[in-house]
């Protein structure tokens, strides 16, 4: 059975620090690229942090913020957050696909998606 299992997330302060964890189960985790995704309510999901065949990408509003890990080891993703802003407020998800869809956000063609775990910053 397949499983991607989100943990760590939880309510901080604006300035705070959280470290989200991705268990992955039930398949190759070395055959597929991996990454974090955000959805807030009334917004469209956004790609956060996630990694390409050849490279780790960010998108703009977060760089040099968080940082995007894995274990290959424990089949585990990660996800460093600092400096948290009420903005990053969201429902954060874990996901695995080929390596071209992740790159380009074709969602459709992720292969398996975590049920995702709850940021909530306040200011």
């Known amino acids: 059975q397949v499983q991607l299992v989100e943990s760590g997330g939880g309510s901080v302060q604006a300035g705070g620090s959280l470290r989200l964890s991705c268990a992955a189960s039930g398949f190759t985790y070395s055959s597929y690229c991996m990454g974090w995704f955000r959805q807030a309510p009334g917004k469209e999901r956004e790609g956060v942090a996630y990694f390409t065949s050849d490279r780790i990408r960010y998108t703009d509003s977060v760089k040099g913020r968080f940082g995007i890990s894995q274990d290959n080891a424990k089949n585990t993703l990660y996800l460093q957050m600092d400096s948290l802003k009420p903005e990053d407020t969201a429902m954060y998800y874990c996901?695995?696909?080929?390596?071209?869809?992740?790159?380009?956000?074709?969602?459709?063609?992720?292969?398996?998606w975590g049920q995702g775990t709850q940021v909530t910053v306040s200011s």
């Open positions: 996901a695995a696909g080929p390596c071209w869809a992740i790159a380009t956000m074709t969602y459709g063609e992720y292969n398996y």
